[in-house]
Nanobody, 127 residues
Framework: QVQLVESGGGSVQAGGSLRLSCVASGYTYSAYYMGWFRQATGKEREGVAGIGTDGSTSYADSVKGRFTISKDNAKNVLYLQMNALQSEDTAMYYC?????????????????????WGQGTQVTVSS
């Protein structure tokens, strides 16, 4: 049974940092593309960052240079280091796993192609 459990969210002032974690279980962690998504109240879900099985990364323009996605295959953990946080980053953050093994998407931040999602962790940035 695939499970994704996020943690690390919280409240922070603008300019601060947080590191989100997503612990995965129930499958061969290193074989799947993983992504971070977020959804603010009243807005559609948007892709934040993705990381492939080869370590290649993809970022939304709004977070480039501020956020870093990484993973620890030995620990089955996905991370999102968020620096220079802005009020616009306030949202529920979700990690997700691709449906297909070894999937190498052309548009990894669209949300399509992911079949497992965590329950989310809230990030609130105050200005």
């Amino acid at each position: 049974q695939v499970q994704l459990v996020e943690s690390g969210g919280g409240s922070v002032q603008a300019g601060g940092s947080l590191r989100l974690s997503c612990v995965a279980s129930g499958y061969t962690y290193s074989a799947y593309y993983m992504g971070w998504f977020r959804q603010a109240t009243g807005k559609e879900r948007e892709g934040v960052a993705g990381i492939g099985t080869d370590g290649s990364t993809s970022y939304a323009d709004s977070v480039k240079g501020r956020f870093t996605i990484s993973k620890d295959n030995a620990k089955n953990v996905l991370y999102l280091q968020m620096n220079a946080l802005q009020s616009e980053d306030t949202a529920m953050y979700y990690c997700a796993r691709a449906k297909l093994i070894a999937w190498a998407p052309k548009s990894p931040l669209s949300g399509a192609g992911y079949s497992y999602w965590g329950q989310g962790t809230q990030v609130t940035v105050s200005s």
